[in-house]
Protein backbone atom coordinates (compact mmCIF):
# COMPACT_ATOMS: atom_id res chain seq x y z
CA UNK A 1 0.00 0.00 0.00
CA UNK A 2 1.50 3.38 -0.99
CA UNK A 3 0.19 7.01 0.33
CA UNK A 4 0.14 9.95 -1.57
CA UNK A 5 0.46 13.64 0.56
CA UNK A 6 1.13 16.34 -1.91
CA UNK A 7 2.35 20.09 -0.79
CA UNK A 8 3.10 23.27 -2.06
CA UNK A 9 0.14 24.63 -3.96
CA UNK A 10 -0.93 28.47 -2.94
CA UNK A 11 -1.93 31.50 -4.99
CA UNK A 12 0.74 32.89 -7.23
CA UNK A 13 -0.24 35.46 -9.66
CA UNK A 14 0.10 34.63 -13.65
CA UNK A 15 3.54 34.44 -14.67
CA UNK A 16 5.05 33.19 -11.25
CA UNK A 17 5.78 29.87 -10.44
CA UNK A 18 5.36 27.47 -7.60
CA UNK A 19 7.09 24.00 -7.05
CA UNK A 20 4.72 20.88 -5.81
CA UNK A 21 6.04 18.25 -4.10
CA UNK A 22 4.42 14.40 -3.24
CA UNK A 23 5.96 12.38 -0.83
CA UNK A 24 5.11 8.27 -0.74
CA UNK A 25 5.04 6.46 2.79
CA UNK A 26 4.71 2.87 2.17
CA UNK A 27 6.84 0.13 0.08
CA UNK A 28 7.38 0.01 -3.53
CA UNK A 29 7.90 3.57 -4.58
CA UNK A 30 10.72 3.27 -6.33
CA UNK A 31 8.85 0.64 -8.71
CA UNK A 32 6.41 3.12 -9.46
CA UNK A 33 5.43 5.27 -12.39
CA UNK A 34 4.08 9.02 -10.92
CA UNK A 35 2.02 11.75 -12.06
CA UNK A 36 0.21 14.62 -11.56
CA UNK A 37 -3.51 15.30 -12.98
CA UNK A 38 -5.05 18.20 -12.21
CA UNK A 39 -9.19 19.12 -12.29
CA UNK A 40 -10.49 22.16 -12.66
CA UNK A 41 -14.37 23.63 -11.03
CA UNK A 42 -16.45 22.11 -13.77
CA UNK A 43 -14.26 20.18 -15.74
CA UNK A 44 -13.26 16.81 -15.69
CA UNK A 45 -9.52 15.75 -14.40
CA UNK A 46 -7.18 15.31 -16.98
CA UNK A 47 -3.69 14.45 -17.06
CA UNK A 48 -0.76 16.94 -16.68
CA UNK A 49 2.62 15.06 -16.64
CA UNK A 50 3.88 11.67 -16.05
CA UNK A 51 7.37 10.22 -15.21
CA UNK A 52 8.78 6.50 -15.47
CA UNK A 53 10.14 4.75 -12.24
CA UNK A 54 13.38 4.95 -13.79
CA UNK A 55 13.28 8.87 -14.85
CA UNK A 56 13.91 7.77 -18.47
CA UNK A 57 10.52 9.14 -19.98
CA UNK A 58 8.93 11.79 -19.20
CA UNK A 59 5.56 12.56 -21.05
CA UNK A 60 3.36 16.40 -20.58
CA UNK A 61 -0.15 17.56 -21.87
CA UNK A 62 0.26 19.89 -24.25
CA UNK A 63 -1.23 22.59 -22.30
CA UNK A 64 1.91 22.53 -20.43
CA UNK A 65 4.74 21.08 -22.23
CA UNK A 66 7.98 24.11 -21.87
CA UNK A 67 6.98 25.06 -18.59
CA UNK A 68 5.84 22.45 -16.34
CA UNK A 69 9.28 19.76 -15.64
CA UNK A 70 8.25 16.60 -13.85
CA UNK A 71 11.15 14.79 -11.46
CA UNK A 72 11.78 12.76 -8.79
CA UNK A 73 14.43 11.47 -5.96
CA UNK A 74 13.35 8.02 -5.44
CA UNK A 75 16.33 8.12 -2.13
CA UNK A 76 13.14 10.75 -0.53
CA UNK A 77 10.23 8.92 -2.25
CA UNK A 78 9.13 12.76 -3.60
CA UNK A 79 8.32 13.52 -7.20
CA UNK A 80 8.28 17.16 -8.05
CA UNK A 81 6.02 19.23 -10.40
CA UNK A 82 8.05 22.19 -11.02
CA UNK A 83 5.65 25.12 -12.50
CA UNK A 84 6.80 28.36 -14.67
CA UNK A 85 4.96 30.55 -16.43
CA UNK A 86 1.71 30.06 -14.51
CA UNK A 87 -1.27 30.74 -16.63
CA UNK A 88 -5.13 31.93 -15.34
CA UNK A 89 -6.27 28.35 -16.95
CA UNK A 90 -4.22 26.66 -14.80
CA UNK A 91 -5.90 27.11 -11.90
CA UNK A 92 -7.02 23.81 -10.20
CA UNK A 93 -6.61 20.98 -7.51
CA UNK A 94 -3.46 19.34 -8.63
CA UNK A 95 -3.35 15.36 -7.52
CA UNK A 96 -0.41 13.08 -7.72
CA UNK A 97 -1.26 9.53 -8.68
CA UNK A 98 0.81 6.10 -8.82
CA UNK A 99 1.10 3.05 -11.15
CA UNK A 100 3.24 0.49 -11.97
CA UNK A 101 2.65 1.08 -15.66
CA UNK A 102 3.11 4.63 -16.99
CA UNK A 103 0.68 4.12 -20.02
CA UNK A 104 -2.42 3.40 -18.38
CA UNK A 105 -1.00 6.41 -15.38
CA UNK A 106 -1.47 8.60 -18.71
CA UNK A 107 -4.70 7.15 -19.12
CA UNK A 108 -6.18 8.05 -15.91
CA UNK A 109 -6.33 4.38 -14.78
CA UNK A 110 -3.51 4.48 -11.46
CA UNK A 111 -3.35 2.77 -8.31
CA UNK A 112 -2.96 5.63 -6.00
CA UNK A 113 -3.46 8.63 -5.20
CA UNK A 114 -3.36 12.04 -3.12
CA UNK A 115 -6.03 14.18 -1.59
CA UNK A 116 -4.85 16.76 -4.00
CA UNK A 117 -3.54 20.69 -3.59
CA UNK A 118 -4.66 23.76 -4.66
CA UNK A 119 -2.89 26.06 -7.23
CA UNK A 120 -4.80 29.23 -7.57
CA UNK A 121 -3.48 31.77 -10.64
CA UNK A 122 -4.56 35.54 -10.20
CA UNK A 123 -4.27 37.99 -12.84
Known amino acids: QVQLVESGGGLVQAGGSLRLSCTASGRGFSNYAMGWFRQAPGREREFVAG????????YYADSVAGRFTISRDNAKNTVYLQMNSLKLEDTAVYYC????????????????GGQGTQVTVSS
Open 51 to 58: ISWNEIDT
Open 97 to 112: VGDPYIATLRKGDYDY
